[in-house]
């Protein structure tokens, strides 16, 4: 996920079980023009394997030349964006603009496949919007270029992020092809999860907005899945234990500098859905510095939280973030 999962983010996520982390999603043309920023995201030292490394494009041979370097840098997987509803992604004729385009989106996936040796998955939506749906055939035609996987995210283009997502359509592409395919979209508990892969026969479920500042929903949904059993949220202080250790690898990996920026939605996301959480606000948005990240969190303690509870709280992430 764009702006969220980065080293730190999936370190957490697969200390706590997760079965793979992939990276944000990074652009092919970018990449081949040597682009640092992207090759940050690219930057695998603290992951644990298998980890999966999503590229973005619309162009054959310099997806090929992307997933080659993203080969070289350490990926297990190489994932192909076909998602992602931002103009600006769309217009370069990448993301999810590739499902009104089946032949170009082939032949992306094909070139892809022919570049590396690791196994080559894709996301997709369910099309471009309701009347071009075509996730049967994008999903049919992409498995025959030689892809090893497939995710799903239960929704087209033009619903964004909005409306429920449709798992019987996800259900029909577990169908309809013979390599794995993970499910995406509104699994915000762990028991969300169970029942959406056991209705739609997915082999792997994928967690979105669920774990924005709820990363323990990671260990939930794998203990749950695993085991059948339920484990309980986290107390109010063990969640600002956590909130604090991610705050702490972030600032280890970005520094003092830029890190207490950065920071700055997580703690906000990390607090949100408890009483009194929203008087800390004012406190995140002006975090400059690791001694500002220090004393929200000293201050969230002193709080008293009531229940949990994430009513009105949780709905689109922020615009700034919405990248896939
Ligand atoms: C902030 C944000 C960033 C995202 N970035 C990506 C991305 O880089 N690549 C991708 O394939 N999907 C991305 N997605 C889509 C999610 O992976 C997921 O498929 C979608 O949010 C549906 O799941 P949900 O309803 O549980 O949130 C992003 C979603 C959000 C909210």
């Avoid at 092809?177 to 999860?193: E, K, N």
Wanted: with cysteine.
């Amino acid at each position: 996920m764009a702006g969220v999962t980065d080293a730190p983010f999936r370190k957490i996520a697969r200390e706590f079980g997760a079965g793979m982390a992939c990276t944000e999603m990074i652009s092919s043309e970018a990449l081949v023009r040597n682009h640092r920023e992207s090759f940050r995201l690219m930057d695998l030292c603290w992951d644990q394997r298998p980890v999966s490394v999503q590229l973005m494009g619309g162009d054959p041979g310099v997806m090929a030349e992307a997933a080659r370097m993203a080969e070289a840098a350490g990926a297990d997987i190489v994932d192909i964006n076909m998602g992602c509803p931002v103009p600006k992604v769309v217009k370069t004729s990448g993301g999810s603009s590739l499902l009104r385009d089946p032949d170009r989106a082939c032949r992306v996936a094909d070139a892809v496949v022919g570049a590396v040796s690791v196994p080559v998955t894709v996301k997709i939506r369910l099309g471009w919007d309701f009347a071009s749906r075509n996730h049967l055939e994008m999903a049919t035609r992409l498995q025959a270029t030689g892809i090893q996987g497939l995710a799903v995210h239960g929704r087209t283009r033009s619903q964004r992020y909005d409306p429920s997502a449709d798992w019987e359509a996800i259900a029909q592409v577990k169908a309809a092809v013979s390599i794995p395919v993970a499910g995406s979209g509104d699994l915000r508990t762990a028991d969300d999860a169970a029942r959406r892969q056991s209705e739609s026969g997915v082999d792997a479920v994928m967690l979105g907005r669920g774990i924005l500042g709820n990363l323990w929903l990671v260990r939930q949904t794998v203990v749950r899945l695993t085991s059948g059993e339920s484990i309980p949220p986290l107390s109010w202080q063990e969640q600002i234990g956590l909130v604090r250790r991610h705050c702490d690898l972030v600032l280890d990996y970005y520094g003092p500098e830029r890190g207490p920026r950065l920071l700055r939605k997580f703690i906000a996301w990390g607090l949100r859905g408890f009483r009194g959480a929203a008087r800390l606000r004012t406190m995140v948005q002006s975090v400059t510095s690791p001694i500002d990240v220090t004393a929200v969190l000293d201050a969230a303690l002193t709080i008293d939280p009531g229940p949990f509870s994430l009513d009105g709280e949780i709905d689109d992430a922020p615009a700034s973030c919405e990248a896939a």
